[in-house]
């Protein structure tokens, strides 16, 4: 797979997809994304395994999008073209959405074991998932919800309660795994030294189920959400999120990251709230 952004490994009816940039804090880029959907369907290529399991390497599931560039990329390719272009930026997007939906269609259920941070597009990868296990201290939340992006899989929505699901997208507000486990976003939250453990156990407990029988059960339920619009909420959600980064706040957001960095841009847009990279201070 590209640059090993994902590793794969089977034991008996157990695979484990391990996002693979710790140095970035598994955020995602190009290669992830391709090697993602490539571990997705390897796993579920494999007759003998049953259940997948999502992890991350290093000290976070997943950062989010590899954004430290992205503001002067972003400009550099509007000012050759002439400008942005919402369906370029539509089709782009849409590639990232159908390698996250990969786990939502995987055949075979996907447990997400999340630890340290999960935050923007991370959360598209973990939401995707069929549970999520989280550890204790590990953050949950999408702090581009504050400026500058929508969700493009829009799993808040199918995943909580109305009053849930609008708290925690107009404030962008991280929440831990106790929480994450009280609002339902969540199946268990466990220390962070028993989380693989307790992963693993439920994994290989899940995975005494015949998958014709974990297919079946999984089918169905998607089918439900399927129905309730939930493709279509994606489509609006993405043409959204270039929207959002286009609007005269948006735009002011990236010319303050490109003059200031983008570490100051997320400081600032996080300052009101003291959360994320203004926690603690």
Not at 54 to 82: K, W
Not at 163 to 172: C, D, I, Q, Y
Not at 230 to 237: A, E, F, K
Request: net charge neutral; charged share 25%.
């Amino acid at each position: 797979m590209p640059e090993d952004a994902v590793t794969y490994s089977a034991r008996g009816a157990l695979a484990f997809i391990t996002l693979n940039r710790p140095e970035r804090l598994n955020a995602i880029n190009r290669a992830l994304v391709e090697g993602l959907r490539g571990a997705v369907e390897t796993a579920n290529r494999e007759p003998d395994v049953r259940v997948i399991v999502l992890r991350g390497a290093g000290r976070a599931f997943c950062a989010g999008y590899d954004l430290a560039t992205a503001p002067q990329a972003e400009a550099a390719a509007q000012q050759r073209s002439g400008g942005w272009d919402p369906v370029l930026d539509f089709r782009m997007m849409s590639e990232n959405v159908r390698a996250f939906m990969s786990l939502w269609e995987s055949r075979k259920p996907v447990i997400a074991q999340v630890h340290g941070w999960c935050v923007g597009g991370g959360t598209d990868l973990a939401l995707c998932a069929d549970l999520i296990f989280m550890a204790e201290d590990a953050r949950i939340g999408y702090p581009p919800a504050r400026v500058w992006g929508t969700p493009t899989t829009c799993m808040w929505v199918y995943r909580l309660g109305l009053e849930h699901a609008k708290r925690l997208m107009l404030t962008g507000e991280a929440v831990d795994g106790p929480e994450a486990v009280r609002v339902g976003l969540a199946s268990r939250a466990v220390p962070a030294d028993r989380l693989a453990e307790e992963v693993e156990s439920f994994a290989a407990k899940l995975a005494t189920t015949p998958t014709n029988q974990l297919v079946m059960t999984k089918l169905l339920v998607n089918q439900a959400y399927e129905n309730m619009g939930l493709r279509t909420t994606q489509v609006l959600g993405t043409f959204l999120d270039g929207i959002a980064r286009h609007t005269p706040e948006g735009l002011a957001w990236r010319d303050l990251a490109l003059r200031d960095g983008f570490r100051e841009a997320v400081r600032r847009r996080d300052e009101p709230w003291g959360d994320y990279s203004a926690r603690g201070r």
